[in-house]
């Protein structure tokens, strides 16, 4: 018969520090045909944590195996080793004696990537198992993660209700304050390609709200060599340099600004409300809710990415400022000589 899923008998009572593992810190991870597979975990931070050994008990393999599979999955960034491993102070029989030692523990990410990669019959019983309830979580879709949430995952919505009310008292531009708010989402991975893309999005839609131009069209519209500071309103420091006028919001006027501030402290209460609510927000929710955010302000929701490229924008930027620049240099120089003429003069008369 097929796997049955895991029945997790972990209590409340913390094991004594001094103590070995005891019955009350057992766990029974899967069911196969022929018995049942006890085994003693650490349950920390709400993960549980396996030594190597017992990860060699739960796929019936060698510790060899067990030791290059860990090793090919780190090397492959499957699994950081700093989210992975954990050293936990464990009693040990050595021959007719108890020995404390620190003793390095994997948690179920492990587990789970184990699983896929150990050839064994036991491994394959487990992919099986594990390929039919992540077929019924599809089919079923987010209803029941959703309720395990709501009823057990409190810290998850804690975590995340601070979380965004750091983003909200961080000095961080207005716009990044809400890519800050995406990257809080379930999905949410920050070396997908598709992340970056994504923010590249959301401060479009935020400028489009604004002054119905993308962040590049209006940096190309409003650079300009010939107007004070490039054509910008607002820049860090005392004088341009080139990464300013590569900056969207730089160019915004005073009440272009304040519209932007408004948009995100709305978006802001949004988000903050929705943790309170212990509401799970994906990355394609998140955009659903700036989109109405945008459309309850009676401004218009950008549809597209606008017909001037972020290259476009960067070009024209940098070589208005070259212009820019070299008229500055040039005045100076030209200030410089004066002073060097007239301090040439005053020595000449005081030589008479």
Known sequence: MPLKPSILSIFAKEEKRN???NKENQIILYQDDNDITHVSVRFADEDLWLTQGQLVEI???????????????????????????????????????????????????????????VQSQVATRFRRWATQRLHEYIQKGFAMDDERLKQGGNRYFRELLQRIRDIRSSERNFYQQVTDIYATA??????????????????????Y????????????NRVDNEKPFVGMTNFKGNYVTKDDVKIAKNYLSEIELQRLNLLVSGFLDFAEFQALEMNPMTMKDWIEALDNQ???????????????????????AEKEFAIYRKREMDLLESDFDKEIKKLKDNNDKSSK
């Open 294 to 316: 945008i459309i309850a302000h009676k401004r218009k929701v950008l549809i597209g990415k606008g017909n001037i490229s972020h290259k476009q924008a960067i070009e024209k």
């Open 209 to 220: 709200a604004v002054h119905e131009n993308t962040a590049a069209k209006v940096i190309y």
């Open 19 to 21: 103590k070995p593992m």
């Open 59 to 117: 796929y019936q393999t060698s510790k060899s195996n067990v030791s290059e599979h860990i090793k090919h999955i780190f090397e492959d960034e499957e699994l950081a080793r700093e989210a992975t491993v954990r050293k936990f102070r464990t009693v040990q029989i050595e021959g007719s004696r108890k020995v404390e030692r620190e003793v390095e523990h994997y948690n179920l990410d492990m587990v789970i990537a184990l699983g896929y990669r």
């Open 186 to 207: 379930t999905d949410y991975d920050p070396r997908d390609g598709m992340t970056k893309m994504f923010f590249a999005t959301v401060q479009n839609k935020l400028h």
